[in-house]
């Protein structure tokens, strides 16, 4: 099975900061990325698919790049309601999909 | 807007087994597949298992097989998800997710298991 790692395994920042999260695969996945948001209690919710593109009603602030083993996650411009878990999903030779262990956002 | 409900949490022994639904809001299954997933503390999704129902067709993570059944209503209205001979390391949340060729959006609601 494909094995995704994410870095920073945790980070703080404040409101208006910009962050970016990382995941490697540990093999090239072409652009079958995702990212999800999940907050303390909730299931998570789908930001990007296939790298980059935006899932209907995400804020902007949020973007998504790379291709391959590399891909990030961008945040311009914190908000407190992005104050959450990250995790990154491949989905290329699905199934299985597998997901990465999470970036937890925390306010500084 | 789609939406997935879940049944409720569950606390079973050792050795015993456990049968988890999932009701979908209208038509939501069509045309999709159901997926199960589940989410141990401080860790990320663990993926469990999909089921096709236009095709009647399951696949299952390795680790799991032979212990967990995932199936549907037809018309797909409602999935199921069971797992048998539990163990402590069973213990988790878990969720049903509308398959979307591996993308999954929406969840449920979440369904705790404990295993104790």
């Known amino acids: 099975d494909i094995q995704l790692t994410q870095s920073p395994s945790f980070l703080s920042a404040s409101v208006g900061d910009t962050v970016t999260i990382t995941c490697r695969a540990s093999?090239?996945?072409?652009?079958?990325m995702a990212w999800y948001q999940q907050k303390p209690g909730k299931a998570p919710q789908l930001l990007i698919y296939?790298?980059?593109i935006l899932e209907s009603g995400v804020p902007s602030r949020f973007s998504g790049s790379g291709s391959r083993t590399q891909f990030t996650l961008t945040i311009s411009g914190l908000q407190p309601e992005d104050f959450a878990t990250y995790f990154c999903q491949q989905f290329d030779g699905y199934p299985p999909a597998t997901f990465g262990p999470g970036t937890k956002v925390d306010i500084k | 807007q789609v939406q997935l409900v879940q049944s409720g949490a569950e606390v079973k022994r050792p050795g015993s087994s456990v049968k988890i639904s999932c009701r979908a809001s209208?038509?939501?299954?069509?045309?999709?597949?159901v997926t199960w997933v589940r989410q141990a503390p401080g860790q990320g999704p663990e993926w469990l298992g999909r089921f096709i129902p236009s095709l009647g067709v399951a696949k299952y993570a390795q680790k799991l097989q032979g212990r967990i059944t995932i199936t549907a209503d037809n018309p797909p209205t409602t999935g199921y998800m069971e797992l048998s001979r539990l163990t402590s390391e069973d213990t988790a949340v878990y969720y049903c997710?509308?398959?979307?060729?591996?993308?999954?959006?929406?969840w449920g609601q979440g369904t705790l298991v404990t295993v104790s």
């Open positions: 093999q090239d996945i072409s652009s079958y």
């Open positions: 997710v509308r398959d979307g060729g591996g993308l999954y959006q929406p």
């Open positions: 209208g038509d939501a299954f069509s045309g999709y597949a």
């Open positions: 296939s790298a980059s």
